[in-house]
């Protein structure tokens, strides 16, 4: 999938070469869930039927982070975002800074210089649901309205709710990861970096990868057995395996007496029979099942014989001999 960041980018490489006609989608995308994959899966339809390149345009960061002053906890880094665009089929991505500049654009002036004049749209796939430009005016009626072609892609419902980032937002919170990946269309990933911990996990016989997580949503404080895949690890075939694993989301407060580690959670991995060095490496983490709440204990002791009991849990549920 190509990739093309900012309008300076898109206008430049319109005017070396001849842009083929597009099909268009834009919005956040945030997850890439039910929803947006249903209006990405028809603008692959439309661009096969006019033999047009499928494109997103898309943000770097939340249009409300400039709007309100706060942005919703994402669900999906941009790379993670980009990643499932391209699985979904979608040729070409335009990343936007959304901005002052690209906030005062009328919908129309946007459409006509940015997206017909440069990306050569040739129709839209919207969702229902979609505004965009000056004042949010760039609905799919607008844009019927100055004799664009538009497909409005309605909403996917899942147990009498329409399927939004929002509602999915709301179930990881709740720790309720079967709604939220019935929503997704997949399990519930966060994806982060393993960075280094205080090591108490190791001193203990239970060594931890903490991860520094690319986006801001994560599932409630506790202890859950998760999945966790490293794709700097792929085999031959480009496919990495998964590594069962516990994980501990919370302030670390081990033992009585001791400090809280942080005001901010931290996300510490406990793997099943690996013992490598994965400092620095990319992971994604798939949450399973729910184990327990976080613990503060009497004792190291205590604090061992907790995770010995949630790692022989946590295996059960995994299938992990």
Same mark, same amino acid.
């Given at each position: ?11 430049? #490489? ?41 494109? +997103?345009?898309?943000? %770097? ?20 975002? #980009? ?18 500049? #690209? ?48 497909? +409005? ?10 399927? %939004? ?58 202890? &859950? ?29 081990? +033992? ?22 994965? &400092? ?9 099942? &729910? ?7 009497? %004792? ?22």
């Amino acid at each position: 999938m190509r990739i093309t960041s900012g309008l300076a980018s898109l206008h430049q #490489l319109a005017a070396e070469t001849a842009n083929k006609p597009s099909v268009i989608s834009i919005g956040v995308f945030d997850g890439v869930h039910l929803g947006h994959r249903a209006i990405l899966a028809s603008n692959l339809r439309r661009a096969g039927e006019m033999d047009a390149v499928p494109t +997103v345009v898309t943000f %770097s960061g939340h249009p409300k982070e400039l709007l309100l002053g706060r942005g919703p906890r994402t669900l999906t880094s941009l790379d993670h975002r #980009l990643d499932l665009f391209a699985q979904a089929g979608i040729e070409h991505t335009l990343v936007l800074d959304f901005n002052d500049g #690209l906030r005062s654009k009328s919908a129309e002036e946007f459409v006509r210089e940015d997206l017909v004049g440069a990306l050569a749209a040739k129709a839209f796939v919207l969702g229902f649901d979609s505004k965009f430009g000056r004042d949010r005016e760039g609905t799919p009626e607008r844009l019927e309205s100055i004799g664009l072609d538009v497909e +409005v892609v309605g909403a996917v419902r899942q147990g009498g709710r329409a399927v %939004s980032s929002t509602a999915i937002r709301e179930a990881v919170s709740l720790g309720d990861f079967d709604s939220a990946a019935r929503m997704l269309g997949r399990p519930v990933v966060v994806h982060g970096r393993v960075v280094h911990g205080n090591g108490l996990g190791a001193r203990i016989g239970f060594p931890t990868a903490n991860l520094d997580l690319d986006h801001e949503l994560t599932p409630p404080i506790g202890v &859950y057995a998760t999945r966790i895949t490293l794709p700097d690890r792929a085999g031959k075939d480009g496919i990495a395996a998964p590594l069962d694993g516990v994980t501990n989301i919370g302030h670390r407060p081990t +033992v009585a007496g001791e400090p809280l580690a942080t005001d901010v959670p931290i996300i510490e991995v406990h793997l099943f029979d690996f013992d490598k060095d994965i &400092y620095g490496e990319r992971a994604a983490l798939e949450f399973v099942c &729910y184990l327990r709440g976080e613990q503060r204990f009497a %004792s190291v002791d205590e604090l061992k014989l907790a995770i010995a009991a949630d790692v022989k849990r946590a295996a059960a549920l995994l299938g992990h001999s």
